[in-house]
């Protein structure tokens, strides 16, 4: 199972960009919760956001108003809307599935993508 991020890149503060990831592998049967994490250099992995197979979501009080997570499930993705971005905003984006069940499989796994950089110049 991999997990392929994108829509990273510069931009000027109060800007916006629409991060996406896709799920990868064969036989997913399902997904449950999927987050995004940031990190700036220096400093830990936090968490950004987070959605439910259901659509249920969560934010971090620093992104809370700005940032809007949405899913498709049909086509195993989750996106990350960021507007109004500020230089506080600059980090690497990752995101993360929880739990990837895959068909026949008595446990899940969990997985994390590569990275997208994310940088907002002032």
């Known amino acids: 199972v991999q997990l392929q991020a994108s829509g990273g890149g510069l931009v000027q503060r109060g800007g916006s960009l629409r991060l996406s990831c896709a799920a990868s592998?064969?036989?997913?049967?399902?997904?449950?919760?999927m987050d995004w994490y940031r990190q700036a250099p220096g400093k830990p992995r936090n968490l950004v956001a987070s959605?439910?197979?259901?659509?249920?979501?969560n934010y971090s009080d620093s992104v809370k108003g700005r940032f809007t997570i949405s899913r498709d499930n049909a086509k195993k993705s989750i996106f990350l809307q960021m507007n109004s971005l500020t230089p506080e905003d600059t980090a690497v984006y990752y995101c993360?599935?929880?739990?990837?069940?895959?068909?026949?499989?008595?446990?899940?796994?969990?997985?994390w993508g590569q990275g997208t950089q994310v940088t907002v110049s002032s």
């Open positions: 592998g064969d036989d997913i049967y399902s997904i449950t919760t």
């Open positions: 959605i439910t197979n259901f659509g249920d979501s």
């Open positions: 993360h599935a929880r739990e990837v069940w895959l068909r026949g499989a008595y446990s899940p796994l969990e997985s």
